[in-house]
Structure formats: structure tokens, C-alpha cells
């Protein structure tokens, strides 16, 4: 029986997350924003999930800043969270989540945002209500957030340029 481990992406990596991206979405869109936020340094954790040596699953946090009054607040973005189809439902994702909000939290982070399932996100501690105060582009009921700390409930998202950039194409 072989066990899966999680650890921080290394850059031999990179073309294993970019299939598991692709895979788990159907499309290039996630594997591109994922390689645009790694190459302009705004990725703040990334791990991913490796079984038997092969990599299986991939998350990655960016930089995000909340803005109010001409303040900027360091916050992190989860997305994207990908696990290859065959391994959905084996708790993959959600070790994922818990290994880099533990990390997260050593590294001082106080807040994280996510545009996802609410019912799969909320088990994490994510919530609408924690992020309707923000001002975003993106602004629904799938925007939520979980603060482990002292954290702006107001103010605008400001995501990494990749998010407009790739997302856009």
C-alpha cells in the first residue's frame, strides 16, 4: 500500500503540476495561471500531493492585497486546487487545504480568499459572510474567506496580475 505525502513544489515539478492542472480541469486556462503566478514570484505557497512519485494533486496560494483608505493589507488567494480525476473523493484536496493553512499560519498569514464551492470550501472554515464586505470583481456567493487573525472585512481585492491577465485570455 503506498502512502501519499505532501510537500513544497520544487521547480522539477512544473510540467507534472501543469498535467494535474489540465487533467482535473478539462481545459489550460488553471495550468497557465498557475505558471504565470509562479514565474512572476507571486506565489506565496504552492505544495503538492505526490503518490507512488507521481504527482496527484497541486495547490497553490498567490499574494493578494486588500485595499481600503490607501492602505494595503497582505492577504493570500487559494486557486488553483487541482487533483487528477482519478483520485477525487480519496481526501487528497482536503489534506492539500489543511497542510498550507498550517503553513500559512506559521508564516504569519492572517487572511485567504477563495472563488469556490461553497459546500467543499466551507468545510475548511471558508465563508461567504467573512468576504461580502469586500469589493471584488468577482464578488458572489462562491467568494470566501477565513481569517485566522486580525483581518480587514473591508476594501478592495486586488489579485496578482496573472489573475487578469491569464483568466482574461
Known sequence: ???????????????????????????????????????????????????????????????????????DFAAVALAPLAVEPSMHGSGIGGALVREAHLRLKQAGETLAIVLGEPAYYGRFGYTHERAAGFESDY????????????????????????FRTELAA
Open 1 to 71: 500500500m503506498s502512502m501519499m505525502s505532501i510537500r513544497a513544489a520544487m521547480p522539477a515539478d512544473r510540467e507534472a503540476i501543469r498535467l494535474v492542472e489540465e487533467h482535473a480541469f478539462g481545459q489550460q486556462a488553471e495550468a497557465g495561471l498557475v505558471d504565470a503566478l509562479v514565474a512572476e514570484g507571486d506565489a506565496v505557497i504552492e505544495l503538492v500531493a505526490v503518490e507512488e512519485g507521481q504527482v496527484v494533486g497541486h495547490i497553490l496560494f498567490s499574494r493578494l492585497y486588500v485595499s481600503n483608505g490607501g492602505h
Open 139 to 162: 464578488q458572489c456567493d462562491a467568494l470566501q474567506a477565513l481569517a485566522w487573525g486580525d483581518a480587514p472585512e473591508v476594501g478592495k481585492l486586488v489579485y496578482a496580475t496573472a
